[in-house]
């Protein structure tokens, strides 16, 4: 397979109409169809279901696409970190989720930052997930993923940090003086619903709240008295006077792990690490 095939059927099962998949790929739509038409009979079985009402992924086709995305992205993982290999001024790119990990982020800068041979360090703050997809596709060299909120498939990981998760609330709500909840009560607010958050295929997976981007939407709405959530306990040194937080001892407990693509042979990568293990 071609990664130019493999393009085009990504941009069709992602938006599971051969008109606006050609709009994306700026292409008129009969080659496209028959780019995946021929793609369908050199792998010898259907990949979609066509008919009146649109097009919709066969378990094929599913594979395929979760496939296809993983090959692409290791495609353009390959140009972006052979170019800056090129560069002069050696240096790491580190994602993390914006207002996450903050403490352990901040010792761990300040550790590598006194090891012989530190280079500098480009700290990108990303939304949920994004810092993943920056890994995956070679615009980050290191990440700091919290499972089980991030996929680590396919990277090597350590371990660094383990916490509980807590409800944020608004200060004034009448169980914001709880001492503790559980994931049923929580799931179960009316008053308060859980957000929405976005994914890379288009869906917002969660609770029936609003939909949210990142987490300074997120605490807005909630010291609106618009939605709660559940997040981990060091989220609680970003908060202000207007929110509250209660444990949620059932909830699943947030493990902080430091990311990295198991073929790299950086050895700043390598010293980043150690540096993170040992704090």
Same mark, same amino acid.
């Given at each position: ?15 599971? #109409? ?20 021929? /793609? ?60 996450? !990990?903050?403490?352990?982020? !901040? ?17 990108? /703050? ?46 004034? #709500? ?29 869906? #917002? ?15 807005? /709405? ?20 207007? #929110? ?36």
């Amino acid at each position: 397979m071609e990664t130019r095939e493999l393009r085009y059927f990504v941009a069709v099962a992602e938006e599971l #109409h051969f008109g606006r998949a050609a709009q994306r790929l700026t292409m008129a739509q009969p080659p496209l169809s028959r780019a995946i038409q021929r /793609l369908e009979r050199r792998l010898g079985v259907v990949l979609l279901h066509r008919n009146a009402r649109g097009v919709a992924l066969t378990e094929a086709g599913s594979v395929l696409l979760r496939e296809a995305r993983t090959a692409l992205d290791a495609v353009e993982a390959a140009e972006r970190r052979t170019r800056r290999a090129a560069t002069e001024t050696p240096g790491l790119v580190l994602a993390t989720k914006a207002g996450a !990990s903050r403490e352990l982020l !901040s010792k761990l800068l300040d550790g590598y930052a006194a090891e012989p041979g530190a280079v500098a360090v480009e700290v990108v /703050l990303c939304g949920p997930g994004e810092q993943e997809r920056l890994l995956r596709d070679g615009r980050a060299d290191v990440a700091l993923l919290q499972r089980p909120f991030d996929t680590t498939a396919g990277f090597d990981t350590e371990d660094l940090h383990t916490e509980q998760q807590v409800v944020v609330l608004p200060a004034g #709500h009448p169980l914001a003086d709880r001492t503790h909840m559980s994931m049923a009560e929580v799931t179960t607010l009316t008053d308060l619903p859980l957000p929405r958050w976005p994914r890379r295929d288009g869906s #917002h997976p969660g609770g029936p709240g609003p939909q949210v981007r990142d987490h300074t939407q997120l605490f807005q /709405l909630i010291a609106l008295g618009r939605a709660c959530a559940i997040v981990p306990e060091s989220l609680r040194a970003t908060l202000r006077d207007e #929110h509250a937080t209660v444990p949620v001892p059932d909830a699943p407990a947030v493990t902080t792990v430091i990311a990295w693509p198991p073929h790299s042979r950086s050895t700043a990568v390598a010293d980043l690490v150690r540096t993170a293990t040992r704090l």
